[in-house]
């Protein structure tokens, strides 16, 4: 657990850079790819819009969730650029947690004036260590998107 808190400091402290340098009021494409840029200076691996599969009653859905940013496989990152962030937000979050089975979960919103009220860490209390992460590497290719699976 030592080491998934001191991941999520760090992330924490390059959402507050980002947010020192950019401030409130912009889309949420750019607080992600700020932020992804923060990341990977800091020595950490990034994955963004990534896929993860998803499975019901044992069969593959056609559809995916798609994470905004996956920190050393072990962090999701969900962004906001809105006015508040809801109760439908948090629960969003406990799901893709849940679905991607990974431990932590920070979702922040980057539209405020005060980002460390709009920085919400949820744990995954469903997390099986023994599960391996599966993810869908979306590449686009002209006007339509392939997908690369691996684990």
Known sequence: MKLINELTYKIIGAIYKVN?????????SVYEEALCYQLIKDGL????????????DGRRLHTHLRLDILVNRMVIVELKAIEAISTLHNMQLDTYLRLANIQIGLLVNFNTTNIRDD????????????????????????????YISSK
């Open 20 to 28: 020192a340098d950019l401030g409130p009021g912009l889309l949420e």
């Open 45 to 56: 691996y990034v994955e963004r819009q990534i896929g993860v599969p998803l499975y019901y």
């Open 119 to 146: 920085i919400h860490r949820r744990i995954n209390p469903y997390f099986d260590e023994n599960k391996v992460l599966e993810v869908i590497k979306i590449e686009n290719t002209g006007d339509k998107e392939s």
